[in-house]
């Protein structure tokens, strides 16, 4: 099959590779009918090559058709259209029980002290073979596949992989009142469509944050109330505190995270070029132990959130002793949430939306349809923010 391999920093290729098989009795294949380019790809484009192997299969978000069932499969049968969420979720353990799928005890990487596994996501997370391919296999068969319905075109579910339920539970945890406000730093995939489900649940107010032109008239088409952080810099938190009668948004979801170009300080980027050029060992010890990240948003959203508010970081960040400023956060009275998304815990809230009203304008949401042999070139324009790329679904 062919398949969007990792070989190094920059340096992604679409290459023949060998078909994926069953290896447990409740296993499945699919064949890809669609798959995203997530935001967080351009951190294994970027940072993480000291958890990547050349040849490693990149992606996590798919949808296609089951070809292949494992002899244990009942849940699904061959012909029928899934989308596979991004973490690899048994949905039967004690984390999955609790709804925190991301935690799921069967898949944690215990080799690093990380959470459930992810499809073509590194070492840290299991280093299972991704979605940017013509055939996926994928675990739990009977538990982790979303059964959808035929007849719509693929965009209308595809984002049910990690768009969706990324961006619903950032709102969910941003706890926002009803008719309260939220800031959203980030209107790239994930801040964009939280933009969207923080007014579709009830927000009052809705400021979306970010420097480029295409995302900002994206958001502001949608009713969000729109920042140009090219044009207030470091007048941005007075300018939402001026939206907000002096004291801040209710909450503040951060959707940048690690790849924070527009907010990050050259210090940071160094460091993360820096890192970027060690041996693998080396770098790894770098990164689990130093604080490599940009952390200008996160202490954005410190400044902007309003005493007694609530924070949700759905951008990831990769330093572990990255400092932060807990004075503030003690003094301010904030709550901090966060993690990766829980993606069938969220299921059963999305799935109802996505009919033909379509309110949260998914029909739509892609800006480029390309096939998976362009994959490159399309993490290439992704990552420089041009020809105002915000969501790419590859067809294999």
Known sequence: ????????????????????????????IIRVTSTGICGSDLHLYEVLGPYLD??????HEAMGIVEVTGPDVTAVARGDRVVIPFNLSCGTCFMCAKG?????ETTQVKEYGTGASLFGYTKLYGQVPGGQAELLRVPFGNTLPIKVPEGPADDRFVYLSDVLPTAWQAVDYAAIPPGGSVTVLGLG?????????????GAGLVIGVDLVPERLARAAARGVQTLDLAHYGKDLPQAVRDLTGGRGTDAVIDAVGMEAHAYGTPIGKAGQWATGLLPDAAARKIMEHAGIDRLTALLTAIDVVRRGGTISLSGVYGGAADPLPLLTLF????????????????????LPLLDDDDPLGVD????????????????????????????TLLRP
């Open 189 to 201: 995939p994930i801040g964009d469509m939280a933009a969207r489900i923080a007014l579709h649940r």
């Open 54 to 59: 050349p040849g490693d299969i990149l992606g």
């Open 100 to 104: 925190l799928h991301s935690q799921c």
């Open 1 to 28: 099959m062919r398949a969007l391999t990792w070989q190094g920093k920059r340096d992604v290729r679409v290459e023949t590779v060998p078909d994926p098989v069953i290896q447990e009795p409740t296993d499945i």
């Open 364 to 391: 739509g949401f892609a800006t480029h349809h390309l096939p998976l042999e362009d994959a490159p070139k399309a993490y290439e324009t992704f990552q420089a923010k041009a020809d105002g790329m915000v969501k």
């Open 331 to 350: 003094d301010k009275q904030i709550q901090l949430r966060m993690g990766q998304a829980n993606v069938k815990r969220w299921v059963p809230d999305i």
